[in-house]
């Protein structure tokens, strides 16, 4: 019996409903299998940890996740109690930073039975290569004066290493997919930054003759996006540019609420976190009605990288054929309850088992 232990942290918001019904499915996945099985660790880190202790996780947090095979989280953020810089900071990104969780991986592709905006979506299947370790997220910077002399100061940070890293990253990928990378740039407004950016690109770029290469200023790429989204395969992006535009890409696959993530480690030195693109959306928590698509989906991520990837694409395939019966959320126009959709897909891969496939 192979064994997977994953420290499971729903986080706020919605991230309590959707998470514990990913976990669900997981657990169905293991009992289909019948040779693995996961082992749920849950921990309550969240904002109102944050209320009664002063601080999002533990002082010990890093230590007791180090020794997960993986890390399934759902969303941080509660702004009715903690700043949101502060929340995000405290957990979600110092687990990314503290983790080498270098690159974002962040799919959007049309799922069967749920309908785009985009009058004629075609059947776009892309990929954003986020990186998710430096850039426009940092802590570098500062405040001085106040009244209306205040000034704030907000340093990007670009290094060689991470930038090529990524790139290689997206590269690597094209080269199992269409064979495409978009790079992600505004070098005609940021002065510094995006015009080392391109080089490191060009650079990197004539290691991978077989892969075709464009590069887009981010707001006409944002425009491309929707009007002709399946022209895109790999798409590289710095850590801002990638936030906005996988939150396009899950816009134009119908919403936020089924757009998968993963923030990988690739060194293999900590556990990789596997957590969906959207928030803890506010105005719909406690109501029941959160997609959960978007974290099972992600959960399908994190069995790709346990090297399952046979359970990984019967499990999407699952997904879909629930998603094409119209058995879906209201996010999507559906009526169906949170619960309601993760049975079905709980129901169906059960069938799936008893066809034996
Ligand atoms: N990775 C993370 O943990 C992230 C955390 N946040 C935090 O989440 C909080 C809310 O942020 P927002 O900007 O409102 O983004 P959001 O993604 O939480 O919500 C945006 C919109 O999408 C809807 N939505 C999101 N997930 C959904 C789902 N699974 N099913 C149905 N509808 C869904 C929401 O109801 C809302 O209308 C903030 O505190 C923010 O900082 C935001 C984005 C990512
Ligand atoms: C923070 C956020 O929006 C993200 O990582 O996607
Ligand atoms: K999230
Ligand atoms: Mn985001």
Redesign the pocket.
Known sequence: MKTFKIASIP?????KE?VPAANKVLKTIADIHGGIQFNFTDFPWSCEHYLEHGEMMPEDALERLQNFDSIF???????KLVP?HI??WGM?IKIRREFEQVINIRPAKVLKGIRSPLLNPKDFDLIVVRENSEGEYSSVGGNIYKGEDEIAIQNAIFSRKATERAMRFAFELASKRKKHVTSATKSNGIYYSMPFWDSVFEDVSKDYSEIQTDSQHIDALAAFFVTRPHQFDVIVASNLFGDILT?LGAGIMG????APAANINVNGKYPSMF??????????VGKG???????IWTAKMMLDHFGEEELGSVLLDVVESVTNDSIL???VGGNYTTEEVTNEIIKRLKIVEKQGV
Do not use: C, F, W
């Open positions: 986080g706020d918001g919605i991230g959707v989280l759902g969303a941080v953020g509660n702004l949101d929340s995000l979600l939150d919403s936020v609420g089924v957590e969906p693109v959207h928030g803890s959306a506010p105005d719909i009605i959160a997609n959960p698509i978007g974290q959320t209201p996010d």
